[in-house]
T-cell receptor, first 112, second 112 residues
Framework: DSGVTQTPKHLITATGQRVTLRCSPR?????VYWYQQSLDQGLQFLIQ???????AKGNILERFSAQQFPDLHSELNLSSLELGDSALYFC???????????FGSGTRLTVV | GENVEQHPSTLSVQEGDSAVIKCTYS??????FPWYKQELGKGPQLIID?????GEKKDQRIAVTLNKTAKHFSLHITETQPEDSAVYFC???????????FGGGTRLMVKP
């Protein structure tokens, strides 16, 4: 157990739907990062939050949004889902920068 | 932004042999270089990292070397074992240092 908790582990939904992925960072970590990993692809940075505020943004689609709550857990919202959004979505946390991340076990999203 | 290239994309070695994975980065200001191991169905796990004030770091069978002048760093695994089979990712901080940019990954297969 890495200390970073992601739920759900698996999600199957239809095109056009909206889903919410949840992440609880490791105790004491203020930064949360979201990454997307498509089949046989690398890790694509989506967005970072630090202590409730958006800190950095990658190539995140306008259909995607995220937030970090006062208790530091974060949610990634994916809407108007398309087949191409099927991927593994990882959350990671860190105590500060630059430092290594601790990754969660991911949410596997399948859009049918 | 930071650009990280990783080679090779796949690597097959015989058990007991050494494996070397190489990465180059673009931002000369980068000062922290982690390596992650991702096993099937799991999130990436930090296995070793190096900061720019040292040229080499070892941890049992794994080592990382850094050449700041050439802007490249490498992961060395000696006496490989079947359990070393996984996908390995290198990373470097973004321009702002807020997040990590990952290489494309190397699938290492260790044949018994």
């Amino acid at each position: 157990d890495s200390g970073v908790t992601q739920t759900p582990k698996h999600l199957i939904t239809a095109t056009g739907q909206r889903v919410t992925l949840r992440c609880s960072p490791r105790s004491g970590d203020l930064s949360v990062y979201w990454y997307q990993q498509s089949l046989d692809q690398g890790l694509q940075f989506l967005i970072q939050y630090y202590n409730g505020e958006e800190r950095a943004k990658g190539n995140i689609l306008e259909r995607f949004s995220a937030q970090q709550f006062p208790d530091l857990h974060s949610e990634l919202n994916l809407s108007s889902l398309e087949l191409g959004d099927s991927a593994l979505y990882f959350c990671a946390s860190s105590a500060g920068t630059p430092n290594g991340y601790t990754f969660g076990s991911g949410t596997r999203l399948t859009v049918v | 932004g930071e650009n990280v290239e990783q080679h090779p994309s796949t690597l097959s070695v015989q058990e007991g042999d050494s494996a070397v994975i190489k990465c180059t980065y673009s931002d000369s200001a980068s000062n922290y270089f982690p390596w992650y191991k991702q096993e099937l169905g799991k999130g990436p796990q930090l296995i070793i990292d190096i900061r720019s004030n040292v040229g080499e770091k070892k941890d049992q069978r794994i080592a990382v070397t850094l050449n700041k002048t050439a802007k490249h760093f490498s992961l060395h695994i000696t006496e490989t074992q079947p359990e070393d089979s996984a996908v390995y990712f290198c990373a470097a901080p973004s321009d702002a240092g807020n997040m990590l940019t990952f290489g494309g990954g190397t699938r290492l297969m260790v044949k018994p």
